[in-house]
C-alpha cells in the first residue's frame, strides 16, 4: 500500500468533525483532493405567540436557535407566529428547510394549534410523550419526510424536548451520533433522587464533596432555573421512582466538576 493510500485512510476518523483549515491543509498534504461530507442541515424555527395581551419577549427561540447551531444545524428562517391554525399550516409548508421546529401551541387548550397545523399540513405522528419535562412534545413530518418537532412553550419542557428528540434528529442529519452532546459519569448519589413513577424525569444535580451529586430542586419547581443552577443531570427512565442514597448513577455533565 503507498504512503498516500495509508495516510487517506488514517483520515477516516475526522468523519464526524466539521472541516476546518488545518484538516484541509492535511487532506491536501495527503493527497486528497475528493472526499464525502455531509451538509449541515436547515432548521425553521417557527415560535408561536402566547395569545395574551402585551409585550412578549421571546427566550426559546434564541435559546432553542442556540442548541440548533451547537449541533450542527443552521437556522434557515426564525418567526414568530399567531397561534392560529392556519398560520402554522403556511409557514411548514413553505419550502426550504430540512428540518422544521415549531415552540408553543402543543397543549390540549383550545388555542393550542400547534398539532392540529401539523396535522393538516403532513402527518402527526405521536403527540404527547412520557417525559419530565416536556409532556406535550410532538412528533410528525411534512413533503418528503421532512421530520418536524412540536416543543412546549414552557422554557424548561421547550428544552428538555429538543435535547432528547429535536436534536437528535438534527445531530443524524448533519452526520453527527445521535447521543447527548454532554460528557457523562458514573457518580454517587449523596441523597435520595425522587422521580415520578410512569415518567421519564431528568433531574438536575449539583456535585458535591468527595466525587458525590445530590439533587436540585425539580424543572417542575423553579422552571429553567433548575438547569442553570445544576451541573448536570440524571435521567431516570420511566420505570423507576428514582435512586437511593448512594447509588451509582449515570450523570451528564455540562461541564467537568
Known amino acids: 500500500m503507498s504512503n498516500s493510500k495509508a495516510r487517506s485512510r488514517q483520515l477516516v476518523r475526522f468523519w464526524q468533525l466539521p472541516l476546518a483549515a488545518r484538516h484541509i491543509g ?13 451538509r449541515r442541515p436547515r432548521v425553521r424555527l417557527l415560535v408561536a405567540k402566547p395569545t395574551r395581551e402585551g409585550a412578549w419577549d421571546d427566550s426559546n427561540g434564541p435559546m432553542i436557535g442556540a442548541a440548533v447551531e451547537r449541533d450542527g444545524g443552521i437556522i434557515e428562517e426564525c418567526v414568530a407566529l399567531e397561534r392560529n391554525q392556519m398560520a402554522i399550516r403556511a409557514a411548514l ?3 426550504g428547510a430540512d428540518v422544521a421546529l415549531v415552540i408553543g401551541g402543543t397543549g390540549p387548550g383550545s388555542d393550542d394549534q400547534s398539532a392540529v397545523a401539523l396535522g393538516k399540513a403532513g402527518e402527526l405522528a405521536i403527540h404527547g410523550v412520557a417525559l419530565l419535562p416536556g409532556e406535550t412534545t410532538g412528533l410528525g413530518r411534512i413533503g418528503r419526510n421532512i421530520p418536524v418537532v412540536l ?3 414552557p422554557p424548561a419542557a421547550c428544552l428538555w424536548g429538543y435535547e432528547l428528540f429535536a436534536g437528535r434528529t438534527i445531530r443524524r442529519l448533519g452526520g453527527r451520533g445521535p447521543d447527548l452532546p454532554y460528557r457523562s ?13 410512569g415518567m421519564t424525569e431528568i433531574c438536575p444535580v449539583r456535585c458535591g464533596s468527595g466525587d458525590t451529586v445530590e439533587p436540585l430542586p425539580s424543572f417542575t419547581e423553579i422552571g429553567l432555573m433548575a438547569a442553570v443552577s445544576a451541573d448536570g443531570f440524571v435521567i431516570v427512565p420511566q420505570g423507576s421512582e428514582g435512586y437511593p442514597q448512594g447509588a451509582q448513577v449515570t450523570v451528564y455533565l455540562y461541564e467537568e466538576c
Open 151 to 153: 416543543l412546549p412553550g
Open 93 to 95: 409548508l413553505e419550502p
Open 185 to 197: 459519569r458514573e457518580i454517587i448519589t449523596a441523597r435520595k433522587i425522587v422521580s415520578s413513577l
Open 26 to 38: 492535511l487532506l491536501t498534504n495527503a493527497g486528497v483532493s475528493d472526499i464525502k461530507v455531509v
